[in-house]
């Protein structure tokens, strides 16, 4: 597959302060991917430093294949952009807004554009001020959405917006990547990325920590397993099990904790007069909450 964004030993510091530490990423064309950590972890310095509105202090970065530094307005041409902080022209209505990016762009699709202002439900005609932050938010979207880029990067992109907007945003980037675009999306809401994205880099204090995809982060954290007999079991061949743990004994059931493949579990309870058999999959936030808790006063949402 291509490689739409690569960062290698990407770093910036901002003297004392820490901003983002050796930073490897590859993502590939046509892929959602979740950028996920705690607010002040790093997320908004790596994408300022992908769109070179900020330089690294040391490590490169390319998008497109080109160096972020050489020629940044020819990555721009190509991208989409929702900032996580969205602020514009008080004065202007939502359609002047709209139509201002649309013409810098040199021209997009109105039906698309109108399409995207009733699948997101908003009012176009307010003024910009007059605007809630859900509102907003959604003129963000439009402008970043309107022209159909190659790429979409996306900075905390659901912030204000209601369950229902929140599930059309949902389906427009899965519309998104059928038509293979690819979308860059920076969060600190763990189901978001869970709903969404295909592989997931978590970062934490300016390191990335982790990255696979969503599926296999899951398989980080054990699984709670609960076995009911028809008659009562010895448990001593279940706690013999690599990766069982917390294994307690009430009557003719079984309950414990499965780390890594369940697949040996389920074999030994078949050799056995089963009668029920219930696995609960861990949630992402359940494996990120276990693998590094939480961050000094940032709590993971």
Same mark, same amino acid.
């Given at each position: 597959?291509?490689?739409?964004?690569?960062?290698?030993?990407?770093? /910036?510091?901002?003297?004392?302060?820490?901003?983002?530490?050796?930073?490897?990423?590859?993502?590939?064309?046509?892929?959602?991917?979740?950028?996920?950590?705690?607010?002040?972890?790093?997320?908004?310095?790596?994408?300022?430093?992908?769109?070179?509105?900020?330089?690294?202090?040391?490590?490169?970065? =390319?998008?497109?294949?080109?160096?972020?530094?050489?020629? *940044?307005?020819?990555?721009?041409?190509?991208?989409?952009?929702?900032?996580? &902080?969205?602020?514009?022209?008080? @004065?202007?209505?939502?359609?002047?807004?709209?139509?201002?990016?649309?013409?810098?762009?040199?021209?997009?699709?109105?039906?698309?554009?109108?399409?995207?202002?009733?699948?997101?439900?908003?009012?176009?005609?307010? @003024?910009?001020?007059?605007?809630?932050?859900?509102? /907003?938010?959604?003129?963000?979207?439009?402008?970043?959405?309107?022209?159909?880029? &190659?790429?979409?990067?996306?900075? %905390?992109?659901?912030?204000?917006?209601?369950?229902?907007?929140?599930?059309?945003?949902?389906?427009?980037?899965?519309?998104? /990547?059928?038509?293979?675009?690819?979308?860059?999306?920076?969060?600190?809401?763990?189901?978001?990325?869970?709903?969404?994205?295909?592989?997931?880099?978590?970062?934490?204090?300016?390191?990335?920590?982790?990255?696979?995809?969503?599926?296999?982060?899951? %398989?980080?954290?054990?699984?709670?397993?609960?076995?009911?007999?028809? %008659?009562?079991?010895? *448990?001593?061949?279940?706690?013999?099990?690599?990766?069982?743990?917390?294994?307690?004994?009430?009557? @003719?059931?079984?309950?414990?904790?499965?780390?890594? *493949?369940?697949?040996?579990?389920?074999?030994?309870?078949?050799?056995?007069?089963?009668?029920?058999?219930?696995?609960?999959?861990? =949630?992402? %936030?359940?494996?990120?909450?276990?693998?590094?808790?939480?961050?000094?006063?940032? *709590?993971?949402?």
């Amino acid at each position: 597959m291509t490689s739409i964004i690569q960062t290698e030993s990407l770093t /910036k510091s901002y003297g004392v302060h820490r901003g983002i530490v050796e930073v490897d990423l590859d993502v590939q064309a046509g892929e959602i991917f979740g950028f996920l950590g705690p607010n002040g972890a790093g997320k908004t310095t790596t994408i300022r430093i992908l769109l070179d509105l900020i330089r690294p202090s040391s490590g490169r970065a =390319s998008v497109f294949g080109i160096e972020t530094t050489a020629d *940044p307005v020819a990555i721009h041409r190509r991208i989409g952009y929702l900032p996580g &902080e969205f602020s514009l022209y008080d @004065r202007l209505t939502g359609t002047e807004t709209i139509e201002y990016f649309s013409n810098l762009r040199g021209g997009v699709d109105r039906a698309y554009v109108a399409e995207l202002v009733e699948r997101l439900g908003l009012d176009p005609s307010r @003024r910009f001020r007059e605007y809630s932050k859900g509102n /907003k938010q959604k003129v963000g979207l439009i402008c970043a959405l309107q022209h159909k880029p &190659e790429l979409l990067i996306l900075d %905390e992109p659901t912030a204000g917006l209601d369950p229902l907007v929140q599930q059309v945003f949902n389906e427009l980037l899965f519309e998104a /990547k059928a038509a293979g675009r690819t979308i860059f999306l920076s969060s600190h809401i763990i189901s978001e990325v869970e709903r969404t994205c295909d592989r997931v880099a978590i970062i934490r204090d300016g390191r990335i920590v982790r990255l696979d995809t969503v599926d296999a982060l899951r %398989e980080l954290a054990a699984h709670e397993v609960e076995l009911r007999f028809a %008659e009562p079991v010895d *448990p001593a061949p279940y706690a013999a099990v690599a990766g069982v743990s917390n294994l307690v004994v009430e009557g @003719r059931s079984l309950r414990m904790l499965v780390s890594g *493949p369940i697949a040996p579990v389920v074999r030994l309870a078949a050799q056995g007069h089963l009668v029920d058999f219930v696995s609960r999959e861990p =949630s992402l %936030e359940e494996v990120f909450l276990a693998e590094y808790g939480t961050a000094a006063g940032q *709590p993971i949402r």
